[in-house]
C-alpha cells in the first residue's frame, strides 16, 4: 500500500480518513496539533495516541519533513532557502526581516510559471509543473524550524491561482487553529490576474489579495504580461470591484517600475484612474535587473516622482524596498533551477 503524505490532507479530509479506521473525530485534531504546532515527524512521538494507532497510522501515512538544501543569507539578512524535491526539482523559499522584527515568508506555488510575464525570470523558464498541497505547507514548516514567521505571501515562483485547489488546500492547513494557526489577515497572495480563478478563490476561501498590474494599458500589458490578452484590464479591474472586501480589507497592486517603459506620469495618471473606486494600495517595486530580460531599472528621480504623484493624490502608495539583491532573492529573481539557464531550459521544453 502506498502510504498518504498527511501533510497533504486538510482537517476535514484526514477526519473522513480516519472515519474509515473507525477513530473519533477529535483524532484528526489531535495529529494535526502533533504536526504543525509541534513539529512532530514521527507516528511513535504522539504520545497521547495507542500503540496500536500509531502503528496502523504508520502503514497508511507517512509525514514529510524538509531541510533546506541549502541557505544564503544577503547582507541585509534577507535569507533564500533551496528546497530539493523527490523528483529532483527544486523550490525557492525567501524570507524577508521587517524593520518590525516580525519576518515574512515569501513562498512558491509552481516550479517555473506558465505566465511568460517578459520581466520575470520565473517567466522564462516556463512551467516544470505544480506544487502539491504539501510541499507547499512543507516551506512553512521549515522555515518555522528556522525562526519565527508572521506574515505569509504567496509571491515566490508561480501563478498561485493557476494551481487553485492545491494552494486552498494549504492555505486551510496554515489557518488551523489547532496548527500553524496563521489568520487570513496574515497571508497575501498575488495574481498576475486569472479573473474567473479570483472569484472562485474569494467564494472558497479568506486571503489577503495583490494583483500584479504593471501596466496601465492593453498595448502596454499585453506586451509585458501575456495573460492579458485572455483576461483585458477592463474585465481585471471589474473583478477588482466586484470581489467582497472585509471592512478594512485593501487590494494591494503591485507595480513593477520600469526604466522608460512603464515609469513616466502619463503612467502615473492613467493607474490613479484605473483605481478609482477601488479600495486599493499601491506597491511600486523597482524592476530588478536580471540575465533573463534587457528591461532596465528606474532612474531614482522617475520612481520618486512617480510615488509623490499618487500620495499627492491620497492613493496609498509604498516603495517596496528590494532586499536580497545579492543572493538573487528580490523580486521576480527565483529560478529555483540553479544549475541550468533559463535559455537552455527553454529549449529543452521544446524538444519534449
Ligand atoms: N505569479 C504571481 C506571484 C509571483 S510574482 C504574480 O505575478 O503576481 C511576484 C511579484 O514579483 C509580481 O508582482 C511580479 O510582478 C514581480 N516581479 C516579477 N519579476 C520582477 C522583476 N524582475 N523585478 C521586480 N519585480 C518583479
Ligand atoms: Fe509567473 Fe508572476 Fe512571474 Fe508572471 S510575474 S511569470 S505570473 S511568477
Known sequence: MTRIDLKNLTLPELTALLAGLGKEKFRARQIIKWVYARGITSFAEMTDLSKTFREELDQRFFISDWQPEAIETSVDGTRKYLFR??????????????????????????????????FCLTGCFGLTRNLQTAEIVNQVCAALKDAPVHNIVLMGMGEPLHNLDNVIKALEILYLDDGCGFGARRVTLSTSGLVPQMYELARRIKVGLAVSLNATSDEQRDELMPINK???????????????????????????????????????????????????????????????????????????????????????????????????????????????DPLKRQTQEKVR
Open 85 to 118: 524535491l523527490t523528483d529532483g526539482e527544486s523550490v525557492e523559499t525567501v524570507r524577508i526581516p521587517m524593520e518590525s522584527g516580525k519576518d515574512t515568508l515569501c513562498i512558491s506555488t509552481q516550479v517555473g510559471c506558465a505566465m511568460q510575464c517578459r
Open 230 to 340: 485572455k483576461y483585458p484590464l477592463a474585465e481585471l479591474m471589474k473583478a477588482c470591484r466586484e470581489i467582497p472586501l472585509e471592512p478594512r480589507q485593501r487590494i494591494t497592486f503591485e507595480y513593477i517600475l520600469i526604466g522608460g517603459v512603464n515609469d513616466s506620469l502619463q503612467d502615473a495618471r492613467r493607474l490613479l484612474k484605473l483605481l478609482h473606486g477601488i479600495r486599493a494600495k499601491v506597491n511600486l517595486i523597482p524592476f530588478n535587473e536580471h540575465q533573463g530580460s534587457n528591461y532596465k531599472r528606474p532612474q531614482a528621480a522617475a520612481v520618486e516622482e512617480f510615488q509623490r504623484y499618487l500620495l499627492d493624490r491620497d492613493i496609498v502608495a509604498i516603495r517596496r524596498a528590494s532586499k536580497g539583491q545579492d543572493i538573487s532573492a528580490a523580486c521576480g529573481q527565483l529560478k529555483g533551477r540553479l544549475d541550468q
